[in-house]
């Protein structure tokens, strides 16, 4: 019997190659999505087809309400999602408010129900929008939390949270999912996809996902909105 991994799928191209590594790695892996008031639906339409294409155990999609804060480009309608790329010295408005700690806090209450010790989560420090919770520190301060807060860390399990992708380029990235056989066509990883999925092209997600494709030297099976 395989242990049990908790992946938390956006289903976007950097987790879903996340999801095809723990999968590798001889874990049963359990997705968790969720809907938390972004611009758009259809990455969660993504992370369905990326579950079922990739073999998880089972998918869950959790509905909380970032939005109802706001604070962000992909919470609150009002604020534009920048389309000319973020500065290098400032944090983007597209970072959600505390979006990594809710999401990871959720995955920790589902591992210590099933009884795995074990989370991945796909952000990355190299190719990514400058996000303060995609950083090693992070990581390495929550997994220290989560290890004093929790029933089974205090009785001794040593809960890990992978980040298989912190030091990858985005290059890299794609890549070690076409290697582990990842369908990118299935993925979304814009932050303004359109109802049918279509990714607008301008925005960083977009940007970094082009570039990743074109630096790994594969055709981009990414599908853009007419212009």
């Not at 909380?64 to 944090?91: Q, R």
């Not at 220290?144 to 860390?153: C, F, I, S």
């Amino acid at each position: 019997m395989n242990k049990k991994a908790i992946i938390l799928l956006s289903g976007g191209l950097d987790s879903a190659t996340c999801l095809a590594m723990a999968k590798a790695a001889g874990f049963d892996c359990y997705a968790l999505s969720f809907d938390y008031g972004q611009r758009h639906n259809a990455e969660l339409e993504a992370a369905k087809r990326v579950a079922q294409s990739l073999g998880a155990v089972e998918h869950r999609v959790i509905k909380i309400d970032l939005a109802a804060f706001g604070g962000s480009a992909l919470t609150d309608a009002n604020i534009a999602v920048p389309v000319n790329g973020a500065m290098d010295d400032e944090i983007p408005v597209t970072y959600v408010p505390a979006r990594n700690t809710v999401l990871l806090s959720y995955a920790l209450a589902w591992s210590e129900v099933l009884k795995a010790d074990d989370i991945y989560i796909g952000v990355n420090a190299v190719d990514y929008s400058g996000y303060p919770d995609c950083r090693p520190e992070y990581i390495s301060a929550f997994q220290a939390m989560a290890r004093l807060a929790t029933k089974v860390g205090v009785e001794g399990s040593a809960l890990h949270i992978h980040t298989p992708l912190i030091r990858l380029s985005k290059a890299q990235i794609v890549a070690e999912g076409l290697k582990l056989g990842v369908d990118y066509s299935l993925t979304t990883t814009c932050y303004q996809a359109n109802d049918a999925g279509e990714a607008c092209g301008v925005c960083d997600a977009c940007r970094l996902r082009a570039a990743g494709f074109a630096a790994a030297g594969v055709a981009d099976p990414t599908r853009y909105q007419a212009k």
